[in-house]
């Protein structure tokens, strides 16, 4: 069965206090996994597509990795306007209008 | 200014009525999606279109119907039969199957 698992669920920072947040997935054949920011009360917009295994990409404070089993986003230095949750959907090869999201991980950067 | 316009923001249903949701985009997407976000849950589909009058079932399709008569609109009705319609609704659209999601501002359905 194909799932998304992230964690934390939730995650308080001090502005300027670098950490990371986790997707894991299982999927029968990945084609791509996909990153989005979703303020409260708003749709989620996108941030990332990520391909293969060993693909970094990057957007100012935030940057995401992609391994066989799971991805990572990595944000440095945060501010208080990257509080948002986080949301990672994978999406398999086997049907590419299917995404399989995450429950998210919610982020909170204290000033 | 492109985009994806979901309407109305917040709408209130009674049990047994069914309620239809609008989404249009000016974006010239091919692929159009229905979402439906509940507290603590990822996202789940609904239905997604690739094109002008077709579209499929996604994971959670009993109790909703769709149509995509345009190429901008897909509109959705949350029928009777849908057991628990309180929830979060996103429509989203992609230049085709596959590639990155543009999501609108959800519609809040509140069955009262």
């Known amino acids: 069965e194909d799932q998304v698992t992230q964690s934390p669920e939730a995650l308080r920072l001090q502005e300027g206090e670098s950490s990371s947040l986790n997707c894991s997935y299982t999927v029968s054949g990945l084609r791509g996994l996909f990153w989005y920011r979703q303020d409260p009360g708003k749709g989620p917009e996108f941030l990332f597509t990520l391909y293969s295994a060993g693909e970094e990409k990057e957007k100012e404070r935030l940057k995401a990795t992609l391994t066989k089993k799971e991805s990572f986003l990595h944000i440095t230095a945060p501010k208080p306007e990257d509080s948002a949750t986080y949301l990672c959907a994978v999406q398999p090869k086997y049907n590419f209008n299917k995404f399989y999201f995450g429950s998210g991980t919610k982020l909170n950067v204290k000033p | 200014d492109g985009g994806i316009t979901q309407s109305p923001k917040y709408l209130f249903r009674k049990e047994g009525q069914n309620v239809t949701l609008s989404c249009e985009q000016n974006?010239?997407?091919?692929?159009m999606y229905w979402y439906r976000q509940d507290p603590g849950q990822g996202l789940r589909l609904i239905y997604y279109?690739?094109?002008?009058?077709?579209?499929q079932k996604g994971d959670i399709a009993e109790g909703y119907s769709v149509s995509r008569e345009k190429k901008e609109s897909f509109p959705l009705t949350v029928t009777s039969a849908q057991k628990n319609p309180t929830a979060f609704y996103l429509c989203?659209?992609?230049?085709?199957?596959?590639?990155?999601?543009?999501f609108g501002q959800g519609t809040r359905l509140t069955v009262v």
């Open positions: 974006l010239n997407h091919d692929a």
């Open positions: 279109s690739q094109i002008v009058n077709d579209f």
């Open positions: 989203a659209s992609s230049m085709n199957a596959g590639t990155e999601a543009f």
